[in-house]
């Protein structure tokens, strides 16, 4: 079964300053990877996602994720945080197939002025 | 373009009252789904709809039932309400034929007494 883990429940930055969310998943094959942001009293937007091809994805806002398969692994970076990226984040592993997405449980980032 | 859209978006149930939590897209996609948000949590899938006709249950689908109307609208009723369903819902479809991500209404936000 695929499952996601997203370590960091919080993160605190300060704006300006460079961004990275950890997102681990186990899935045994390669998936398909999303990162979808959540601002307070909405929905899930997408930010990225990674099919296949070249590890390194844009998404919408300056956010970019690494597709890493050796470690299992699609962090999500941004070099500048803006007060209006404090959210909460969201790692998503999809397959094939059906495909019922897996949710990690989230990363909210809280952003300092 | 309206994309998905939930009804209502707030409710204040009292136990033991049923509900029905309406769900319509107008993207002319196959698959839908519902889930559940609570607090640390993530996204946890209750039931979903790969195509027009059919439905399955996801990881927390008791208490819960649905309904596919047509290709539009997926429904979720909740016949007997408890505080445990005390949440917030979300509504997505995906197009199934391609290797899309899915898209998410703006919630329901649910409070049983």
């Known amino acids: 079964a695929q499952s996601v883990t997203q370590p960091d429940i919080h993160i605190t930055v300060s704006e300006g300053a460079s961004l990275e969310l950890r997102c681990n998943y186990s899935y045994g094959a390669t998936p398909y990877l999303f990162w979808y942001v959540q601002s307070p009293g909405q929905g899930l937007q997408l930010l990225l996602k990674y099919f296949s091809g070249d590890t390194l994805v844009q998404g919408i806002k300056g956010f970019e994720a690494e597709f890493k398969r050796s470690l299992s692994s699609f962090n999500l970076r941004k070099a500048s945080v803006h007060w209006s990226d404090a959210a909460e984040y969201f790692c998503?592993?999809?397959?094939?197939?059906?495909?019922?997405?897996?949710f990690g449980r989230g990363t909210s980032l809280i952003v300092h002025p | 373009n309206a994309g998905v859209t939930q009804t209502p978006k707030f409710q204040v149930l009292k136990t033991g009252q049923s509900m029905t939590l309406q769900c319509a897209q107008d993207?002319?996609?196959?698959?839908m789904y519902w889930y559940r948000q609570d607090p640390g949590m993530g996204l946890r899938l209750i039931y979903y709809s790969a195509s027009e006709g059919t439905t399955d249950k996801g990881e927390v689908p008791n208490g819960y039932n649905v309904s596919r109307l047509n290709k539009r609208e997926f429904s979720l009723r909740l016949e007997s309400a408890a505080p445990s369903q005390t949440s917030v819902y979300f509504c997505?479809?995906?197009?199934?034929?391609?290797?899309?991500?899915?898209?998410f209404g703006d919630g329901t936000r649910l409070s049983i007494l």
């Open positions: 998503a592993v999809g397959a094939g197939g059906s495909y019922i997405p897996t």
């Open positions: 997505a479809s995906r197009d199934r034929d391609s290797n899309q991500p899915q898209h």
């Open positions: 993207m002319n996609h196959n698959s």
